[in-house]
């Protein structure tokens, strides 16, 4: 039985009933580039509430990098991006920390601190400074424990956990902070195979329920093909394709971008990416 049981999702979803307008990430003409290399090259495209997008390029092609720029954290070399119509340099931090929560790929634990208090980080955007949590942020906080499943661990230093343990705190903190554009880092990397589905099937049932806007990379391809509503492949060449994932996430345009054969194969019910070795044959 998987840890993400149906029977919980009522309290996520009751945790997320007041959430404001929906909304759009648009990007335009993008560039972005590092250590003189072009990682992006006039990217154009808009993502808005209840897609879910799945970031897949070879390592090093800059998902990381083009990431941050999503999030505000890191200015583009051309071209811009909006938040709702307002370029991101023009939100206030504030206003940013509540509208879109970001997971980075590394995590440092460098104090001791139990895994609730660090789910209730994700509140501190809703806080007035030097006020207290209240009743509201207990139940948000309440819900994205129970959403990642981590009751049996809510009490437990992060120091002591597993890093797939980690990894859902980190995850449950982001759920906690109540955004609506959900900006992830690998958000399944370290997890089994269960809770990857889980965490997918959560982000999933976010979108559609709540309207969320999720951009995550990840590298499994059978993954981002079932879960993903768009997708966009990035070879670190500054060339890019975007789109419906169902038009992205083919053979052509996977082995084009991880400079590897891809063999798409079928059961009869559903069809997989594979490596495809000639010397196999």
Known sequence: MS?????????????????????????????????GRVLIERLSMTATAGQLWCVVGPNGAGKSTWLSVLAGLRSPDGGSVTLDGVPLADWPALAMARRRAFLPQTLHDTFPISVYDAVM??????????????????????????????????????RTLSGGERQRVAMAAVVAQEARVLLLDEPVAHLDLHQQIAVLRLLREGCRMHGWLVVLTVHDLNLARRFATHALLMDGEGQ????????????????????????????????????DDPDDD
Request: with cysteine; proline share 6%.
């Open 3 to 35: 840890w993400l049981r149906p029977a919980r999702r009522a309290s996520v979803s009751d945790a997320f009933a007041h959430l404001d307008a929906a909304p759009e990430l648009a990007l335009h003409d993008l560039r972005v580039a590092t250590d």
């Open 121 to 158: 980080t994700g509140r501190h955007p809703h806080l007035a400074r030097w006020e207290w949590e209240g009743d509201a942020d207990a139940r948000a906080v309440d819900a994205a424990v129970s959403a990642l499943q981590l009751q049996s661990l809510a009490q437990r230093d992060v």
């Open 240 to 275: 890019t394709t975007a789109g419906i994932a169902a038009d992205v996430l083919t053979p052509e345009h996977c082995a084009r971008v991880l400079r590897t054969p891809i063999a798409e194969v079928a059961d009869g019910r559903r069809t997989a990416l594979i490596p």
